[in-house]
């Protein structure tokens, strides 16, 4: 059992990592988030995050560290943005590897809701400026 944590300055990149070798799981999710153009009702180019080092980074772990117990994970890797990241790329990425698809689609779902309301990650919507008339 294995856990990863990165943070990572800007956007990810396309291309998720294989961590441990394809005989120790059955499933395998990748879920990425990305940087959607309405934030809130408005049109945003990118979001700012701030991250709180290294609190974020140690609670990331210990929550991989509950989710492998809960459900019988073999790995888990977590990627998530520092700083800027424009509209349609990837400033989050969870993968989950798990013996059944089951236990790895529980622990995507617990993993992402608990992370955004405990770990000490924010984001922050940026715009255009405006123009001058």
Do not use: C
Not at 25 to 43: N, S
Not at 58 to 76: C, D, P, S, Y
Not at 98 to 104: G, K, T
Not at 119 to 126: R, S, Y
């Amino acid at each position: 059992m294995s856990i990863t944590v990165r943070i990572i300055d800007g956007a990810l990149g396309n291309q998720a990592s294989v961590l441990p070798p394809a005989a120790q799981f059955g499933a395998a999710i990748v879920f990425d988030g990305v940087v959607r153009a309405d934030e809130g009702g408005r049109t945003i180019r990118a979001l700012a995050y701030e991250v709180y080092e290294p609190m974020a980074s140690n609670m990331l772990t210990e929550l991989g560290r509950e989710m492998l117990a809960k459900h019988g994970l073999v790995a888990i890797m977590v990627e998530h943005s520092r700083g800027e990241v424009p509209v349609g790329q990837r400033s989050f990425r969870l993968t989950v590897y798990a013996f059944h698809r089951a236990e790895a689609l529980a622990a995507v779902g617990e993993f992402i809701d608990r992370m955004k309301r405990d770990v000490p990650i924010w984001k922050t919507a940026l715009t255009d400026a405006p123009t001058a008339s």
